[in-house]
Antibody
Framework: EVNLLESGGGLVQPGGSLRLSCVAS????????MSWVRQAPGKGLEWVSS????????YYADSVKGRFTISRDNSKNTLYMQMNSLRAEDTAVYYC????????????WGQGTLVPVSS | DIQMTQSPSSLSASVGDRVTITCRAS??????LAWYQQKPGKAPKILVY???SLESGVPTRFSGSGSRTDYTLTISSLQPEDFATYYC?????????FGQGTKLEIK
């Protein structure tokens, strides 16, 4: 059974930094592209970033480009999101998500971790 | 970026009703479209991918259709557990984009 478990969320001040983690189990992690999707309180879903299985390719939404960095450690079955220069509008639940092999739709999701950005 | 325009934004319906939600892409996405259901406090759950392929385990009362820029999700006979928010998403190209959501409420 596929399991994705996010951690690392918590209150952070504007301008601050935070690193999210997503530990994966139940599949061969390095074979799959992984993504982060966020949802601001009471709002819709927003794709944030994706990374290929071998970490050679990364993609970002314009809203986070230059501030967020996606990475992965396939030896630890873990996906990361380093978030710098955080803004109030980054406040959201952050989900990690996995597509089926060779596909791009998000089949598996974690439970999410909340990142409030506030002074 | 490809904009996804979803309608309606909210919908009131009764158990047993047939419901249709539409999603229009600002350019052709050639069936690279998924539909998700989300309940309060929970992660989204995929229902349909490839515009019309039902994900394993999803009840057959859900169906997707459409082509190029215009897509629909239909629930043939609403059940109590179907009251939720629904999102379309294009994965044709990054940035992947979602519709703004349709909140389906009990009439």
């Amino acid at each position: 059974e596929v399991n994705l478990l996010e951690s690392g969320g918590g209150l952070v001040q504007p301008g601050g930094s935070l690193r999210l983690s997503c530990v994966a189990s139940g599949f061969t992690f390095g074979n799959y592209d992984m993504s982060w999707v966020r949802q601001a309180p009471g709002k819709g879903l927003e794709w944030v970033s994706s990374i290929s299985g071998n970490a050679e390719s990364t993609y970002y939404a314009d809203s986070v480009k230059g501030r967020f960095t996606i990475s992965r450690d396939n030896s630890k079955n873990t996906l990361y999101m380093q978030m710098n220069s955080l803004r109030a509008e980054d406040t959201a639940v952050y989900y990690c998500a996995k597509a089926p092999l060779g596909a791009r739709q998000f089949l598996h999701w974690g439970q999410g971790t909340l990142v409030p950005v506030s002074s | 970026d490809i904009q996804m325009t979803q309608s309606p934004s909210s919908l009131s319906a009764s158990v047993g009703d047939r419901v249709t939600i539409t999603c229009r892409a600002s350019q052709g996405i050639y069936d690279s479209l998924a539909w998700y259901q989300q309940k309060p406090g929970k992660a989204p759950k995929i229902l349909v991918y490839g515009a019309s392929s039902l994900e394993s385990g999803v009840p057959t009362r859900f169906s997707g259709s459409g082509s190029r820029t215009d897509y629909t999700l239909t629930i043939s006979s609403l059940q109590p557990e179907d009251f939720a928010t629904y999102y379309c998403q294009q994965y044709y190209t990054t940035p992947y984009t979602f519709g703004q959501g349709t909140k389906l409420e009990i009439k």
